[in-house]
């Protein structure tokens, strides 16, 4: 037998990356399932959270249901249905399903007709500061409430709300929507990046459930986004990214009487594709309505170049089969972000009432 030739080099027997990941699933928690508006009485839409289907309604009276998609008879979408009375009727034999789930029509049964194999999985809902959220376990008892989203019903701010969706897993999603170094390349200048860079002190606190960066020190920013939220001031700006378990990413800015809030509800509809709510809350020296006609179309721009970068890196993890990450001090809360998922997903929360604190400087332009 003749001795095996030379071996090719590694990078020749492709990639070496084997299935490390930052999807977390957690199913024992409320997710933003649509907006208020999308849903009016009578509308019944499909929509997948977490990966299951469910099928939402609002009856006439105004009450909203979440049902798994699939009714308990011959398995046909619930999302195919319509809004009968204050249920929701199956297309197929008419099948009729309260917002609990309950059976309660059999067309051409006689007697009794709710009985517990022909109930529809139901999901606990909670409508709050305009959107509609679902706990994503069929039939549990919540054992917490939605968050509850800060200025969204104040009536002193002008709130936007935004549905967007990208191909991105919830972590890659809220570390984009938290991360500051990219946007002074990928969005330069629409956010950052016209000027010298500042040196600025970082303070990253982590209570175990939630986890915030304070950037102190930064100068108003630059470009499009500086002229909006403070127009002519020279004020010092507070500046906090955060992320609160599962699912909330938010940015704050304050620049002297402005306030500006972004309240991003993710929600995952698989692992891979995540669907983001945004409560845009803002409190400025313009008018609310100029605000929003500029902000619209520069939000808009601002995330198709994050949706496209997304995809892209969604799209690189699958062909090496996973992640393999180098963090430096900057992505400030990145790993924070997956720890805290992977913590949630096992079901090993730590929390705390002092968070643990890292400083660091960085620059920012
Ligand atoms: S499949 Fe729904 S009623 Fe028969
Ligand atoms: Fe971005």
Redesign the pocket.
């Given at each position: 037998m003749s001795a095996p030739g030379p071996q090719p080099p590694a990078r020749l027997l492709g990639p070496q990356t084997k299935g490390v990941t930052s999807v977390a699933r957690v199913p024992d928690a409320w997710y933003v399932a649509c907006m208020s508006s999308e849903l009016r009485p009578g509308r019944v839409i499909g929509r997948d959270v977490l990966g299951l289907p469910l099928v939402l309604f609002r009856t006439k009276a105004g009450d909203v249901g979440a049902l798994m998609d699939r009714c308990p008879h011959r398995n046909v979408p619930l999302s195919m249905g319509r809004v009968e009375q204050e249920s929701l009727q199956c297309p197929y034999h008419g099948w009729r399903f309260s917002t609990d789930g309950a059976c309660l029509e059999v067309p051409c049964l006689i007697g009794e007709t709710d009985k517990k194999g022909r109930r529809a999985d139901a999901f606990a809902v909670r409508e709050r500061d305009g959107f509609v959220w679902i706990y994503a376990t069929p039939g549990a008892e919540p054992t917490s409430e939605p968050y509850a989203i800060p200025c969204a019903d104040d009536p002193r701010y002008t709130t936007v709300r935004q549905a967007v969706e990208a191909e991105g897993s919830l972590h890659a999603v809220a570390e984009?929507a938290l991360d500051v170094p990219?946007?002074a390349f990928?969005?330069k200048g629409l956010f950052r990046g016209n000027s010298e860079p500042n040196k600025i002190e970082v303070c990253v606190r982590n209570w175990g459930d939630r986890v915030e960066a304070e950037y102190l020190g930064e100068p108003r920013p630059e470009g499009i986004a500086g002229r909006i939220l403070a127009p002519g001031v020279d004020a010092k700006v507070e500046h906090f990214d955060r992320f609160i378990l599962p699912c909330v990413a938010q940015v704050e800015y304050r620049l002297g009487e402005s306030h500006f809030l972004v309240t991003s509800c993710l929600t995952p509809l698989s692992d891979y594709r995540t669907r983001l709510f945004a409560a845009i809350s803002f409190r400025l020296p313009l008018p609310g309505f100029l605000v929003k006609l500029v902000l619209a179309p520069f939000a808009r721009w601002?995330f198709h170049?994050?949706q496209v970068i997304l995809a892209r890196q969604t799209e690189n993890l699958r062909r090496f089969g996973g992640e393999q990450y180098v963090s430096t001090d900057v992505d400030a809360l990145g790993q924070h972000i997956r720890q805290l998922l992977k913590r949630a997903e096992r079901g090993q929360l730590e929390t705390s009432e002092e968070p643990q604190i890292k400083r660091f400087e960085m620059l920012v332009g």
């Open positions: 984009n990219h946007t990928l969005h601002i170049q994050d």
